[in-house]
Each structure stands twice: as C-alpha cells, then as structure tokens.
C-alpha cells in the first residue's frame, strides 16, 4: 500500500516536471528533426526554398516558446514530421513543411473563427494540442 503511494506521488511530480518544461521539450525536439530534415534535403530544393525552411523552423521555435501557436497547425506539423521518418525527402514535403512551420510561427488563430474549427479531433484531448 505504501509502495503504491510512493509510486502515485513519484508519477504526480514527474508529470509536472513534464508540463512545466512541456515547452523546452518541444522546442529541443525540433530543433533534432531539424537537423535531421536539413541532412536529408533533396538536391533540387533552391538555395532560397532552404533559407525559408531554416527560418521556419526558427520562426516555430520562437512561437513555441512564447505559448503563441495555433492547435490545428500544430498538431498539422505533428502530422507532417511522423510521415517524414520514411528517409529522402522530396521537394514538395519540404515546401509543404515549411508552409505548416510558418503556420505554427504565425500565431494562434484570430477569435473570430468557429469553436468547431479548434475542436479536438476524436480520441484526442484539447491538452494534447497545446502546449503548456
């Protein structure tokens, strides 16, 4: 009984360590599948479609830090990096990840918009598409 409690409060302090350092985690992680996306560009991506990719993922790095990042780009990112795993990258998943980058660096979406827009897709949280 006493080895579950210690147990309960060591995975209670170990989840608020995690949120409160939710955002530095994030921002790390990015900053490794950078490094990881720049060593696999295709050779026909332009020397101008690479500086925009370097000051996207800059850009949403900064935003994540701030806590100013829209959900639905976010987790559209989140999307995005899981299919890049498969190795070489082609021209257009970087344009198109360098355009969900600048949507994440863009900010959260203006109030006006639906509530239904920023829903939680089902079987998902709202917490598991914000940061904290």
Do not use: H, Y
């Not at 701030?66 to 021209?91: F, M, N």
């Not at 980058?101 to 203006?110: F, H, I, K, N, Q």
């Not at 918009?113 to 089902?122: I, K, Q, S, V, Y």
């Amino acid at each position: 009984m006493v080895g579950c409690l210690v147990l309960a409060v060591v995975a209670g302090a170990a989840l608020v360590v995690l949120l409160l350092n939710a955002k530095s985690l994030f921002v790390w992680a990015l900053n490794q599948v950078e490094t990881e996306v720049i060593a696999n560009l295709p050779a026909e991506l332009t020397p101008e479609e690479r500086r925009r990719l370097e000051a996207a993922f800059d850009a949403a790095a900064e935003a994540v830090r701030e806590g100013d990042v829209d959900p639905a780009a976010l987790q559209d990112l989140q999307r995005q990096l899981r299919g890049l795993i498969s190795g070489k990258l082609t021209r257009e998943q970087i344009l198109e990840l360098t355009a969900t980058l600048e949507r994440v660096a863009a900010g959260r979406r203006p109030e006006t918009e639906p509530a239904r827009d920023r829903a939680a897709p089902a079987g998902t949280t709202a917490a598991c598409l914000t940061l904290a």
